[in-house]
T-cell receptor
Framework: KQEVTQIPAALSVPEGENLVLNCSFTDSAIYNLQWFRQDPGKGLTSLLLIQSSQREQTSGRLNASLDKSSGRSTLYIAASQPGDSATYLC????????????FGKGITLSVRP | GAVVSQHPSRVICKSGTSVKIECRSLDFQATTMFWYRQFPKQSLMLMATSNEGSKATYEQGVEKDKFLINHASLTLSTLTVTSAHPEDSSFYICSPQDYSNYGYTFGSGTRLTVV
């Protein structure tokens, strides 16, 4: 059974800092990995999707890496801003038709002005 | 692309009543729909998977007679919480399968409070 872990559960940083959010998963046989952002009381916004054959994806100030063999992914946020404050969820999709996503509990990020 | 509309965003109901949540894919056809539940400070947990025109498949521990899922069309799926109880209070999110990029899109969620 796939398990996804995100540590720490919460993180507080001053504005402008570069930061790394970590995600680990137990079963390396994944189809892809996706990072989401969730604002309080809201749904999920997809940030980056990395296919199993890829090693990283970039979008603006965000960069996500994937090391499938070690079961790890990182989300790098450059020059953090108060607007980045949210919960960041990592989810892996297993292989197979109609395979489901397994989510981590998320990391709640607070960027202080 | 991949626009999802979920309604209502927030609902308060009395214990024992039923609540229906709608999820629509506005610009794509969703053969498969996933329904998730999220308790405070917890991750999203998959409740059930439905394929258009077929009965839903429920995850272990989820009562199929309590959480009725209808996926009658490629653009609409509904989740009905029947005889709701306070312990059903949670955040419910739908996720239609968009095969265009093999990623997942999500509705904006429904906050259900049962009093």
């Amino acid at each position: 059974k796939q398990e996804v872990t995100q540590i720490p559960a919460a993180l507080s940083v001053p504005e402008g800092e570069n930061l790394v959010l970590n995600c680990s998963f137990t079963d390396s046989a994944i189809y892809n990995l996706q990072w989401f952002r969730q604002d309080p009381g809201k749904g999920l916004t997809s940030l980056l999707l990395i296919q199993s054959s890829q090693r990283e994806q970039t979008s603006g100030r965000l960069n996500a890496s994937l090391d499938k063999s070690s079961g790890r992914s990182t989300l790098y946020i450059a020059a953090s801003q108060p607007g980045d404050s949210a919960t960041y969820l990592c989810a892996v999709r297993d292989t197979g038709a109609n395979s489901k996503l397994t989510f981590g509990k998320g990391i709640t990020l607070s960027v202080r002005p | 692309g991949a626009v999802v509309s979920q309604h209502p965003s927030r609902v308060i109901c009395k214990s024992g009543t039923s609540v229906k949540i709608e999820c629509r894919s506005l610009d794509f056809q969703a053969t498969t729909m996933f329904w998730y539940r999220q308790f405070p400070k917890q991750s999203l947990m998959l409740m059930a998977t439905s394929n258009e025109g077929s009965k839903a498949t429920y995850e272990q521990g989820v009562e199929k007679d309590k959480f009725l899922i209808n996926h009658a069309s490629l653009t609409l799926s509904t989740l009905t919480v029947t005889s709701a109880h306070p312990e059903d209070s949670s955040f419910y999110i739908c996720s239609p399968q968009d095969y265009s990029n093999y990623g997942y899109t999500f509705g904006s969620g429904t906050r259900l409070t049962v009093v």
